[in-house]
């Protein structure tokens, strides 16, 4: 028998996909239930029942709500050896091909979107490439076209660009002031940030590169498969997947559809 | 109270254990002495978010149990130890199966013992069982306590004799009903209640 709590959560997540069409029924419930309990905390309300009622007749209510569900921390070049995988192995590959389409799935405010933009320029490719950027949070597109983050992150994302194999200093990219790095505008040029979901949107062109990192972990098996099926289905063959660093397809329906490219750094191949 | 080890009608399902500073020789004690069929041991350790991934390294060798680093959706199974990976939270999902996110750090920290703790106490309640071991930190307390809120057993390493008393002094301000342990005793009572599990 399910407790009162988890009833409440369904019921919540089906009055959000209803009013707002989006659909977080088949996320973790581990991680959305952690969120969702911070967001009843933070909105002072004492059960999901509650919340549920404001966030059916409070408007202002839904976009603070999102702001939790989708709370999505990354930065530059994450995982550095996944960077340098990613110029070691795929774009010789690239190189190959007239144009290049590359999908960033699940981008955020961006992070991933401007570490693959940096590398293309390093690797002479940004020109022939469209970026794809993708979310379901329309705020986080907003701050990712932006492309301004603080300061005091820069340490971190330099360390981390050095350490994928780059040429030069990630301080060519950005200008600095008040507290805050702005990078270069030409860098987004190519670039189309778009309202996509996982849960419910379909392919929407050919790419040559997939990148999803650290989203799958918070979608439940079905929609795990669905969205691979839907990496697959957008990928030219032997286009190549690129997944966060914990992630895998072993569990999935779907590691049949991709051969292992680099097994450390998470990068497949369509077969 | 009677010690729960001592009702012999408790099954235990997993143990969850979170450490920070000076924990990894208390986890070279403590893992090595659990049996090859003990339920499914769950561990966050405070790491920073570069530190490569040495776990498996550290602990494979000298323990009859299997040693993981987690994954994403992978099974929860008996007999295997489960780390949570640096800059990675790690959870416990209804069925079983474990769970990473990207969230922001609690206490300053991911993974965070917090987050394990009270993620595994919704999914296993009074088949879980909490261990705080030694640390600078605050982490794990109030995770201590939604473990033992849901029915588990609440284990904390002795702050008296541990390397740093901040995180089982938090954890036994926090839960008056958990229990004290020297570390002799702490490996003694795991491995008495996974017998009779």
Known sequence: ?271 | MVPAALSGRRTVEAVVIGGSAGSVAVLSRLLPGLPAGFPPVLIVVHVPPSAPSLWVDIFAPRCPMRVCEAEASAPIERGSIYFAPADYHLLVEPDRRCALSVEPPVHFSRPAIDVLFESAADVYGAGLVGVVLTGASRDGAEGLRAVHAAGGIALIEDPATAEVQTMPRAAVNAVPGGRVLSLAALLAELVLLASES
Request: proline share 3%; with cysteine.
């Open chain 1, 1 to 271: 028998m399910d407790s009162a709590e988890a009833i409440e959560m369904r019921l919540l997540l089906d009055a959000v996909y209803h009013r707002y069409q989006y659909d977080f029924r088949q996320y973790s419930p581990a991680s959305v239930r952690r969120r969702l309990t911070l967001a009843l905390r933070a909105l002072g309300c004492t059960t999901f029942s509650a919340l549920q009622d404001r966030v059916l007749h409070d408007p202002s209510t839904f976009p603070i709500l999102l702001r939790y569900l989708t709370v999505q921390v990354s930065d530059l070049f994450r995982d550095p050896r996944y960077f340098r995988a990613l110029r070691e192995r795929v774009i010789p590959v690239l190189r190959t091909y007239p144009s290049v389409k590359i999908w960033i799935a699940g981008c955020s405010t961006g992070e991933e979107v401007y570490s693959f933009a940096i590398l293309l320029r390093e690797e002479g490719l940004l020109d022939k490439t469209i970026l794809y950027a993708t979310d379901i949070n329309a705020e986080a597109l907003q701050a990712a076209e932006a492309g301004i983050y603080a300061l005091k992150r820069m340490k971190l994302f330099t360390a981390n660009h050095q350490a994928s194999g780059a040429p030069c200093s990630l301080s060519s990219y950005y200008r600095a002031g008040y507290g805050s790095a702005m990078f270069d505008r030409t860098l987004r040029k190519n670039v189309v940030f778009s309202d996509h979901s996982l849960a419910t949107d379909t392919v929407f062109g050919e790419m040559q590169v997939v990148s999803c990192r650290n989203v799958l972990i918070y979608f439940e098996h079905a929609l795990q498969d669905r969205a691979v099926g839907l990496f697959r289905d957008s990928l030219c063959v032997r286009g190549f997947l690129g997944l966060g660093a914990k992630e895998t397809l072993r569990f999935s329906g779907r590691e049949a559809d991709f051969e292992v490219l680099a097994p450390e750094e998470r990068w497949y191949r369509r077969r």
